[in-house]
């Protein structure tokens, strides 16, 4: 079946730039996805990108895909501590359900 | 836009009680709404799809039984825990996509325990 895999652990000091990967098996997906997720919260959307796109930006946020590696990363410029979260990678082949990476942790320090 | 509800965020029953969790779009209408739950330390996992008007389609190991869902409007679905054990306490989160070109938006979770 379809697997979207990513690192799970990520340490960077505020101010510098936090790059996060993942890579997919499943060669049809149509979007793929970085969502956020605080403590105790849901996820929240950060941005997507269709396959189609080989870069997408958006303020601190860049995203690339490399198609034929199936390799996707989220870049975060000017880390700072609130961007102390859970990130998760997911892809979808339109509308249809989400596969999800187990997440990556992203711990910024002071 | 594409704003989802859901309500509680977090909920104490007694073991051998139902729970009901409600999911609700708020600014547009969802014909498929998605079930997830949350293990520690894990990615979420698909519970279930709940269509509107129509039976939910499970994921394979999920019981029907335990996890009643209902989708009754299109912009409410409901995920009912019945006879609710100790192991069921998880976080669980519904999500809804307002169109096909845009990412699925997640309620904030409700946080279940079971004692």
């Known amino acids: 079946g379809e697997d979207v895999e990513q690192s799970l652990f990520l340490s960077v000091r505020e101010g510098d730039s936090s790059v996060i990967n993942c890579t997919y098996t499943?060669?049809?997906?149509?979007?793929l996805y970085w969502y956020k997720q605080e403590p105790g919260a849901g996820l929240q959307l950060l941005t997507y990108?269709?396959?189609?796109?080989d870069m997408k930006q958006d303020q601190r946020l860049t995203v690339l895909l490399n198609k034929k590696d199936k390799h996707l990363s989220l870049r975060i410029a000017d880390t700072q501590t609130g961007d102390s979260a859970i990130y998760f990678c997911?892809?979808?082949?339109?509308?249809?359900?989400?596969?999800f990476g187990k997440g990556t942790m992203l711990l910024v320090s002071p | 836009g594409a704003v989802v509800s859901q309500h509680p965020s977090w909920v104490i029953c007694k073991s051998g009680t139902s729970v009901k969790i409600e999911c609700r779009s708020l600014?547009?209408?969802?014909?498929?709404m998605f079930w997830y739950r949350q293990f520690p330390k894990q990615s979420l996992m698909l519970m279930a799809t709940?269509?509107?008007?129509?039976?939910?389609?499970?994921e394979q190991g999920v019981e029907k039984d335990k996890f009643l869902i209902n989708h009754a409007s299109l912009t409410l679905s409901t995920l009912t825990v019945t006879s609710a054990h100790p192991e069921d306490s998880s976080f669980y989160i519904c999500?809804?996509?307002?169109?096909?070109?845009?990412?699925?938006?997640f309620g904030s979770g409700t946080r279940l325990t079971v004692v």
């Open positions: 999500s809804a996509q307002l169109r096909q070109d845009y990412g699925y938006t």
């Open positions: 499943d060669s049809s997906s149509t979007y």
């Open positions: 990108i269709f396959s189609n796109m």
């Open positions: 997911a892809e979808s082949k339109g509308y249809s359900t989400l596969t």
């Open positions: 600014d547009f209408q969802a014909t498929t």
């Open positions: 709940s269509n509107e008007g129509s039976k939910a389609t499970y």
